[in-house]
């Protein structure tokens, strides 16, 4: 019935695309809110300013929407490891890395709280994909950044550890916000609080794998711009 449906829509394939992608934007909001167990269909209906019919049309089951959303959730974050090759520049690749991650934060909190709930959970919808895919992500990356120490592109560090570094460096803007909102004395991180924490984690990073740092606030200011 569906796809029969989508036939008679024009341009239905655009349509669903853009209710499935509103959909997951507010079942992020709201499954960072509450979690998944604290989440229901009608609250995700009435945060994207649908029917819960609506939902359940693109949508079966809340599980279904809360995979779909952990899916592009880790689409997003790990599609900017493509520039760490071992062609690439250390310097250029990492930055390129670490800029990226603190700009999904800025402009994606939700998405890494809902990320850190399932972990803090057991991961039992992303376990599988923890240890399989991602591990094998990370081995090849570590594989390239191995090569760079072989060749005296960076200092000797831990590739993976470096990784889980970078991870917990970047999200925590996000997953520890109220925290950091409380000693840095404001209501909410801005474009400025961004702004000086990236040049942060950049200069820390970059010269703990023996590169120049040398970042300054300013320097990501177009990726992080005032609100």
């Not at 949508?59 to 690439?88: C, Q, S």
């Not at 460096?169 to 909102?181: G, K, R």
Request: hydrophobic share 45%; with cysteine; net charge neutral.
């Amino acid at each position: 019935m569906r796809a029969a449906l989508q036939d008679r829509e024009p341009g239905g394939g655009r349509i669903r695309q853009q209710q499935e992608a509103a959909i997951l934007e507010a079942a992020e909001r709201v499954f960072a809110r509450g979690g998944f167990q604290g989440a229901t269909m009608v609250d995700i209906a009435q945060e994207a300013g649908l029917s819960k019919s609506n939902v359940h049309y693109y949508f079966g089951t809340k599980a279904d929407i809360y995979r779909a959303v952990l899916a592009n959730i880790l689409r997003l974050w790990l599609a900017e490891t493509d520039r760490i090759t071992p062609g690439a520049d250390p310097r250029e690749a990492l930055s390129h890395y670490i800029r990226a991650k603190m700009r999904l934060t800025a402009e994606r909190p939700e998405a890494s709280r809902v990320f850190a709930n399932e972990v803090l959970h057991g991961a039992p919808e992303i376990g599988d994909f923890l240890r399989g895919t991602l591990r094998r992500l990370v081995a090849e990356k570590a594989a390239v950044i191995e090569g760079w120490i072989e060749r005296g592109r960076i200092a000797a560090v831990d590739p993976v550890h470096l990784f889980i570094s970078l991870w917990a460096l970047t999200q925590t803007y996000a997953d520890f916000e109220v925290q950091v909102c409380a000693l840095l004395g404001r209501p909410a991180l801005g474009g400025a609080d961004y702004r000086r924490a990236t040049a942060h984690v950049l200069n820390l990073l970059l010269r703990g794998c023996g590169l120049d740092g040398g970042v300054v606030s300013e320097d990501v200011r177009k990726e992080m711009p005032d609100a």
